[in-house]
C-alpha cells in the first residue's frame, strides 16, 4: 500500500476507536492484565483512556523517576501517558504525541476531567516521524505501545531518528511494540484489517536493530515478551473469553465493517463480527509482543 493510504486508513480506524463509548472498558481492561498491567497500575489511569489497544507495559521496563521528562509517541487517548505522569509527580513532565485529533480531544477532555492532578501531561499533534514542536534533548525517556508498527516502512527509520533527537544524553526509550517473527506473506502485508490491527505492518527484530543502530543507538535490547496476541481475537466486549476466535474484531452498532478495527485487533460494542481477508487464525505464528530497551550515550 502507498504510504498515503496507510495513513488515512489509521486515521479512520483510530478515529472510529476515539469515539467508543466505556462499553468496552472490561475488554481494555482484559488486554492491559493479559500484557502486564497491575491491578494498583490500572486503578490509576481513567477509565476512558484504555480502549484496549496496547501490546505490553512500555512503564514496566522504563524506570520512571519523579521530576523525568517523558514522551509517549501515539499517545491516543492517553492510556500510558496518565499512568506515567503519576510516576514522574508534579516536577515531571509528561508530553503525549498523537496525529489523530479525535484521539486529540478524547485526551484533553479526560485531562480537563482530572484538574490540577493532570497539570503536568500535555498533549501535543504531530507524526511521530516529524515531531517539529518539541525541541531537541528534552527527554529523560520515550515510551510508546503497539505504534510504530503502524508507521509505513520506508518512513520506521525517521521514527527512530526523532526518538534520538529528542532524548537527552544518557536518555532512554522503553517500547512496546508487536514485531515478525518469520516474513509476513503478501497476502497479510496487504490486508487493511490487519494492518491497521497491528499485524500486517510489523518489522522482524533485525529491522529494529538497524533502525536503533542507524538513529545512532549504541546499546539496544530487544526481547520477546511470549504473551499471548490471541488475546485480541479471543476477548468478549465484557471481558470474557470468546468460545471461538476471529480477527475481524465487531463493528459499533450502526458502522459498516470497514471501518471497525482502529488498533490491535480491537473490538467494538455491537453483534456483526467481519472476517479479516487473511487466514490468519493464531496471530502467535506470525508476530510476538516484544519490549525495546535503548539508551542514548
Request: with cysteine; hydrophobic share 35%.
Amino acid at each position: 500500500m502507498e504510504p498515503s493510504k496507510i495513513y488515512d486508513h489509521v486515521r479512520e480506524h483510530y478515529s472510529a476507536a476515539a469515539s467508543q463509548d466505556t462499553s468496552t472498558s472490561k475488554y481494555g481492561e482484559a488486554v492491559a492484565k493479559s500484557f502486564g498491567y497491575t491491578e494498583d497500575e490500572l486503578s490509576t489511569i481513567p477509565q476512558d483512556a484504555n480502549l484496549g489497544l496496547s501490546c505490553g507495559n512500555p512503564t514496566a521496563i522504563a524506570s520512571l523517576r519523579p521530576g523525568e521528562t517523558v514522551i509517549d509517541l501515539g499517545s491516543g487517548a492517553g492510556f500510558d501517558a496518565f499512568l506515567a505522569s503519576s510516576k514522574v509527580g508534579p516536577d515531571g513532565r509528561m508530553i503525549g504525541v498523537d496525529m489523530n485529533d479525535d484521539m486529540l480531544a478524547r485526551a484533553n477532555k479526560i485531562k480537563a476531567s482530572k484538574g490540577r492532578e493532570a497539570d503536568n501531561v500535555t498533549f501535543v499533534k504531530a507524526a511521530i516521524t516529524s515531531i517539529t514542536p518539541l525541541e531537541s534533548g528534552i527527554a529523560d525517556c520515550i515510551i510508546s505501545n503497539c505504534v510504530i508498527n503502524l508507521v509505513p516502512e520506508p518512513e520506521k527509520q525517521l521514527v527512530f531518528n526523532e526518538m534520538y533527537r529528542l532524548l537527552k544524553p544518557r536518555g532512554r526509550v522503553a517500547l512496546s511494540d508487536i514485531l515478525a517473527k518469520k516474513p509476513l506473506p503478501k497476502k497479510l502485508r496487504e490486508d487493511v484489517a490487519m494492518y491497521v490491527g497491528c499485524i500486517a505492518g510489523a518489522s522482524q527484530v533485525q529491522d529494529y536493530e538497524q533502525y536503533l543502530k542507524n538513529a545512532g543507538f549504541d546499546e539496544a535490547v530487544i526481547a520477546d515478551t511470549h504473551a499471548d496476541l490471541n488475546v485480541y481475537l479471543d476477548t468478549n466486549t465484557d471481558g470474557t473469553r470468546k468460545t471461538s476466535s476471529c480477527c475481524g474484531p465487531p463493528a459499533p452498532e450502526g458502522q459498516p465493517a470497514e471501518s471497525q478495527s482502529a488498533g490491535c485487533c480491537r473490538p467494538s460494542s455491537g453483534n456483526t463480527t467481519a472476517q479479516a481477508s487473511s487466514d490468519v487464525t493464531d496471530l502467535n505464528e506470525w508476530v510476538g509482543s516484544y519490549k525495546v530497551y535503548a539508551l542514548k550515550m
